[in-house]
């Protein structure tokens, strides 16, 4: 669970159910938070923040004790917010945001809630939040590590410019330092270029850009998640948990979309197995790791689609929530492009699904305990 208002005190995540003994840093979360604020597109909100994180709650001495562990990441910029975004009644009534952008928030949730100012929405609808998750999931992370687990992801395309290489898994993982080098976290270097003029283009019309990214995750067992019931289904619970992140408006998984238009044939994984691991395996993995709402020991390989943000420069028309007279929408300080940051958002919502679904199987209430249950398990999977 995650709060906090874009520009309030502070954001804050309760992470609960890690087991005890899980090594457990703030430098180790802190890098996940910088990887975040990095990326060619950002607005002046980058600068001001330098995200780190405070462990208030569930560890002690670098390792977690059982308890929840409680996080928490200061909004720097809440000093230029006083007196607009404190609990405390204000002393001067601030101006209200009364022209909703279509694509954000606001008009929706100003009628839900009964708002007549969209800031009440718009703070926390923010994509600012996605720093709590962020903090979130590198915690699941240094679970998923410890069984095994990695997960990276990469950026596929910007506004329409598309990274040309293919990786395989293994090629992605190998590529990690090119990735975290980027700006862009791209794969290829030569479509930098190429992707940062497509964003300065946007930004120079007042305008914004989406993208698509690659997340991926290997070393996960399979029989994560089950068929047995429909959201116990770990595809669903993944598509979840992504969409769920601001701007994202398409998850697929495996070849997804793609697949529609083939024969089955070509897109269903034929069985082998590799007697020198003592596994079933795979030649090719169109499932992207899934197969009956259950990992089936293959990498996890997860696509999604990022829309523009919904913040433009050059203003889109709109109605007064007041007057309902049209007018065009509020602009505020904004990004031109977050995609590079989603990524490793992404990262983090597949590493908070899978790290639950890991415990779910295996349980304990100690790392020990669930190693030591992992490891019966694959002994279990290699006398099948
Ligand atoms: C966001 C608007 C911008 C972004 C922000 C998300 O913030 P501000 O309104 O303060 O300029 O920079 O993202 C972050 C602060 C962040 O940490 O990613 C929005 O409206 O969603």
């Known amino acids: 669970m995650t709060a906090g208002e874009s520009h309030g005190p502070a954001l804050v995540a309760i992470v609960e159910g890690v087991p005890a003994g899980l090594a457990l840093e703030a430098a180790q979360i802190d890098a996940d938070l910088a990887r975040r604020q990095k990326g060619y597109g950002r607005g002046g909100r980058m600068k001001i923040e330098r995200d780190r994180v405070e462990l208030i709650a569930g560890v002690r001495n670098g390792e977690t004790i059982g308890s929840p562990i409680a996080l928490q990441i200061a909004n720097k910029d809440f000093e230029n917010w006083r007196g607009r975004m404190g609990p405390e009644r204000f002393e001067v009534a601030p101006e209200p945001v009364t022209l909703p952008r279509p694509g954000h928030a606001d008009l929706a949730g100003a009628l839900k809630y009964d708002r007549r100012d969209a800031r009440d929405i718009l703070e926390r609808a923010s994509a600012r939040e996605t720093a709590a998750r962020t903090a979130a999931g590198a915690v699941a992370r240094a679970l998923l590590l410890a069984a095994g687990v990695e997960v990276c992801s990469r950026v596929r395309s910007i506004a329409g410019v598309f990274d040309p290489s293919e990786p395989s898994v293994d090629e992605l993982f190998d590529g990690r330092a090119t990735i975290e080098a980027s700006e862009l976290r791209v794969l290829s270097p030569s479509i930098e270029q190429p992707m940062r003029e497509a964003i300065l283009e946007r930004a120079h019309a007042g305008d914004t850009a989406g993208g698509t990214i690659e997340v991926v995750a290997r070393g996960v067992l399979p029989g994560l998640g089950s068929h047995a019931q429909w ?31 083939w024969p ?46 919904a913040t433009l420069r050059s203003k889109l028309p709109s109605a007064d929530l007041h007057s309902k007279i049209a007018a065009l929408a509020a602009h505020e300080r904004s990004d031109v492009c977050a995609v590079p940051a989603a990524a490793v958002v992404l990262e983090a919502a597949l590493c908070l699904v899978l790290a639950t679904a890991l415990l779910e199987k295996h349980g304990g209430d100690s790392m020990g305990e669930l190693l030591r249950n992992v490891a019966r398990y694959k002994s279990q999977l290699e006398e099948y």
Do not use: C
């Not at 959201?231 to 529609?260: F, N």
């Open 231 to 261: 959201d116990r289904r770990l595809d669903g619970r993944i598509a979840q948990a992504m969409l769920s992140v601001q701007a994202i408006k398409a998850v697929e998984i495996g070849d997804g979309w793609s697949a529609a238009d």
């Open 264 to 309: 089955g044939s070509a897109v269903h994984d034929p069985i082998g197995y590799d007697s020198s691991n003592r596994r079933f395996a795979r030649t090719s993995n169109h499932a992207g790791g899934l197969e009956g709402g259950m990992s089936n020991g293959e990498p996890i390989v997860v696509r999604a689609a990022m829309k523009p943000i």
